[in-house]
């Protein structure tokens, strides 16, 4: 693959999640419901790989259970299988569930469940998962406490969360994000606010530019990308 491709896809993919502008010509007010992670096929956001290694690394035991919740292109799932006995995903949309039963089920041996969910309601009894994964979801969550709470609830540890840092560059005048898909985007201080009423928060932080590298801290930097802190599950 020649550098010059490479170069216009990670442009590409990188105004697709920070950004404003739209890959393809669409409405001037989409509906975020419409979201489909399926349009970054080929690509992959760095912070989101990032993320899923900091999950591995810091919270998941070895032969421990993972739920990855929003797995959209599931390279989340085979980076939880470096270590797992077994993870399953879920996502809310029918095109990603068929590209990953096309790509990694069957394929993964560590993979066990792959299926469509409604937003908020998890098929799984109590304490299922050793570890439950939300990487970029929880911005696009319109009642994010219900959703946090089921989460927790199929956990037997806690969830690690992953969702932009609001930063100036990438919000518009009125306060709301640049990334029209995202509902929301939150500092510091108002997630820690949200999270603190769900469990304790043990606070981890991803710096650097959006295409990396990228540098762990357990403080926000000025260079902060990205918000990933574990609920510890009370």
Known sequence: MNNKFIIIAKSVIKKFWRDKTPIKTIPSKPNPKDYSTIVGVGSVVPCQIEAYFLALNQYLGEKETALDVGFGLGYGLNILAIKASSVSGVDVDPKVLE??????????????????YDGYSLLFHDNHFDLVTCVDVLEHV?????????????????????????????????????????????????????????????????????????????????????????????
Do not use: M
């Open 142 to 234: 319109e009642d994010y406490h219900r959703f946090l709470d089921e989460l927790l609830r199929v956990a037997r540890k806690g969830v690690f969360i992953s969702t932009p840092n609001r930063r100036p560059e990438y919000t518009n005048p009125d306060g709301t994000p640049k990334n029209y898909w995202h509902l929301r985007e939150w500092n510091f201080e108002e997630l820690d606010e949200i999270l603190k009423q769900h469990g304790k928060v043990d606070w981890n932080f991803l710096n650097g530019p959006f295409e990396g590298p990228f540098i762990y801290s357990k403080t926000i930097q000025k260079n902060t990308l990205a918000l990933s802190p574990f609920v510890v599950k009370q």
């Open 99 to 116: 590209y990953c039963r096309n790509t990694v089920l069957g394929r993964n041996p560590r993979l066990d469940h792959l299926d469509i």
